[in-house]
């Protein structure tokens, strides 16, 4: 068994792309603990070699020589130290070869699970000791294989899953594809490390913007917010440190073909490329786009914004299910209301300016009669008598001293 053990060891070795030496240790343990349940115990101190050029296997047990022996396990007597040992002292490691007859066929049967147990503990090992220095980066990736809604990555012989949460939604993955993946963290659990890869986390369209746009790469434009609905529309705030660059011209490319590569990459994910502001009123403007807005109204201490559009802009700044105020607000971190433009205070002052000057004096509850002589006298609204007082009012012809005084009265109660 002993040829095909070895070349076992190094098949699993190159297929799991662990060490030679940490698969050897691991084989190595699983015969000691073989060996201690079929033929010893626990408490025995057993050491297992396997020569290389012969592809043997010898158990060794291990015990110290004692003047008294307390622990028969781990220690033996002089005088039967010298039945192994001619020149054995007291202190001295007596190793003995307890080989079993047939040891490694039963051996390899009975350390099979320990193995496999073992070999997954130095994967993700591994795993951890290969990505934990690759947080928030982009990451190349092949898809293996698409079980249901699950999808197994090759990271370069370490295969993990895309979750489902973490998909482009409406995307299509297939066994071969090539992708880019975004590793957010890598976290340790009980049951090994945790790669967190992600295709819809804001920080992927960065990190394909850096790759994509070399003043980006360069420092020379500077991404400062990206708000993300994964596979439908993306908005991203630039700025650029040399006045001389064109943050939007940069990122976009010759006829857009910088974000295009983006947006295929993205499924056909929309980006809207806007130029960040330090003013947090001409940025909530910028990223309300392509919306007119004609108001904003900051409340600094809520971080809410009311932004007020004309009814023809409403729609475009809401956007789709909600879609351009939310990513805006998220981009800007301010909470937005889109309102009509008729909402605002002193638009909602000037309609009700304009009721009160188109206001029929019939709707006064004045007496008919008294209607009719102001209506004679070419005076049919209030606007036209409106600060008018009960002497002006007898000089109109027909009315009384007592009319005059109700009119005044009547108009005192018109806001």
């Given amino acids: 068994m002993q040829s095909q053990f070895l070349a076992a060891i190094n098949q699993l070795a190159d297929e799991k792309n662990i060490p030679r030496g940490v698969v050897l240790d691991i084989v190595k343990a699983a015969l000691k603990t073989a060996y201690r349940k079929d033929y010893g115990n626990k408490d025995q101190n057993i050491d297992v070699e396997i020569d290389e050029k012969t592809e043997s296997t010898t158990v060794i047990l291990i015990k110290k020589v004692v003047k008294k022996v307390e622990n028969p396990d781990l220690e033996m007597s002089l005088a039967e130290a010298k039945k192994v040992k001619k020149n054995a002292r007291v202190g001295n490691d007596i190793k003995m070869d307890v080989t079993p007859i047939g040891y490694g066929r039963i051996a390899a049967q009975s350390a099979k699970q320990v193995i496999i147990q073992r070999i997954q503990e130095a994967e993700r090992d591994l795993m951890y000791e290969n990505f934990k220095d690759r947080e928030n980066e982009l990451i190349n990736a092949l898809v293996h294989r698409v079980e249901n809604n699950q999808v197994f990555v090759d990271l370069g012989k370490i295969t ?88 939007i011209g940069a990122c976009v490319g010759q006829k857009g073909v910088r974000v295009q590569n983006i947006t295929n990459e993205l499924h056909g994910e929309r ?73 605002m205070p002193e638009e909602k002052a000037k309609l009700k300016q304009q009721k009160q000057e188109v206001m029929d004096i019939g709707s006064l509850g004045l007496a008919p009669e008294t209607v009719a002589k102001l209506a004679t006298a070419n005076l049919a609204l209030v606007e036209q008598i409106k600060g008018l007082n009960a002497k002006d009012l007898q000089s109109v012809e027909g009315i009384t001293a007592e009319e005059a005084e109700q009119i005044v009265e009547v108009l005192k109660k018109v806001k």
């Fill in 160 to 247: 993990t899953v895309l979750p489902y949460e973490h998909q482009i939604p409406g995307e299509r993955y297939y066994g071969g594809q090539r992708i880019k993946i975004y590793l957010d963290k890598v976290i340790k659990t009980t049951k090994g490390p945790q790669l967190l890869i992600s295709r819809t986390h804001p920080s992927l369209v960065k990190k394909l913007m850096e790759l994509e746009i070399p003043e980006i790469k360069d420092k020379i434009v500077e991404i400062k917010g990206v708000a993300r609905d994964a596979g439908v529309r993306c908005k991203i705030a630039v700025a650029s440190k040399d006045e001389k660059v064109d943050p």
């Fill in 271 to 343: 980006i809207d490329v806007i130029e960040w502001a330090a003013n947090e009123e001409e940025y909530l403007r910028r990223a309300l786009a392509p919306a007119e807005v004609s108001k904003i109204v900051l409340n600094q201490q809520d971080r809410r914004a009311a932004v007020y559009v004309t009814s023809e802009q409403r729609a475009l700044a809401i956007g789709k299910q909600g879609q351009n105020v939310r990513l805006a607000s998220i981009l800007t971190g301010w909470e937005v209301d889109i309102l009509d433009i008729s909402e």
